[in-house]
T-cell receptor, first 117, second 110 residues
Framework: GAVVSQHPSRVICKSGTSVKIECRSL??????MFWYRQFPKQSLMLMAT?????????EQGVEKDKFLINHASLTLSTLTVTSAHPEDSSFYIC?????????????FGPGTRLTVL | EDQVTQSPEALRLQEGESSSLNCSYT??????LFWYRQDPGKGPEFLFT???AGEEKEKERLKATLTKKESFLHITAPKPEDSATYLC???????????FGSGTQLTVLP
């Protein structure tokens, strides 16, 4: 299957700082990537859709000024959590569909555990 | 609004004891239904994509089936290494966004 990587895998930061998380598709190009958040013992919740060369689209209730998304190339999307607070502590996971006719399968990265002190 | 409900929430099996996990969905214009496996602290690992009612797919001890209202993930003679949370998700529309169920946490005891 297709490979998606994330960096870093784990980050601890102080309240008020900004954190950048990278999502890369290693063996395919992705014009679209997705960012999810997962709280303990809960399922994945879609935060936003990252579109290469255009603005991201955010799900209802997700602050676009707090969660900045940049899809700079066909293999890289970044999520920046600005002015992070303890309630932003979560597991952030990206996904990408390799595309191609008749397939919508998304492959997920290994996730980034964010802890805000 | 798309809804995905998985049952049971948790399932404990003895090694070799076959069972099924259920995923009920309500979505207009299903584009695809997906099964993933998630181990603690890791991202979901892709298992199957099903596109139309009647479709079945198999991989080792796992078999996924799809009807117009639900999908089943059958686990035959499970092993302890099959212990994980199994997630079901539906995709609707050209945006290819996924809506996930809450998952079934499977524990297989040796």
């Amino acid at each position: 299957g297709a490979v998606v990587s994330q960096h870093p895998s784990r980050v601890i930061c102080k309240s008020g700082t900004s954190v950048k998380i990278e999502c890369r598709s290693l063996d395919f190009q992705a014009t679209t990537m997705f960012w999810y958040r997962q709280f303990p013992k809960q399922s994945l919740m879609l935060m936003a859709t990252s579109n290469e060369g255009s603005k991201a689209t955010y799900e209802q209730g997700v602050e676009k000024d707090k969660f900045l998304i940049n899809h700079a190339s066909l293999t890289l999307s970044t999520l920046t959590v600005t002015s992070a607070h303890p309630e932003d502590s979560s597991f952030y996971i990206c996904s990408a569909p390799p595309g191609g006719a008749g397939t919508d399968t998304q492959y997920f990265g290994p996730g980034t555990r964010l802890t805000v002190l | 609004e798309d809804q995905v409900t998985q049952s049971p929430e948790a399932l404990r099996l003895q090694e070799g004891e076959s069972s099924s996990l259920n995923c009920s969905y309500t979505v207009s214009g299903l584009r695809g239904l997906f099964w993933y496996r998630q181990d603690p602290g890791k991202g979901p690992e892709f298992l199957f994509t099903l596109y139309s009612a009647g479709e079945e797919k198999e991989k080792e001890r796992l078999k996924a089936t799809l009807t117009k209202k639900e999908s089943f993930l059958h686990i035959t003679a499970p092993k302890p290494e099959d212990s994980a949370t199994y997630l079901c998700a539906v995709c609707r529309g050209s945006a290819r966004q996924l809506t996930f169920g809450s998952g079934t946490q499977l524990t297989v005891l040796p």
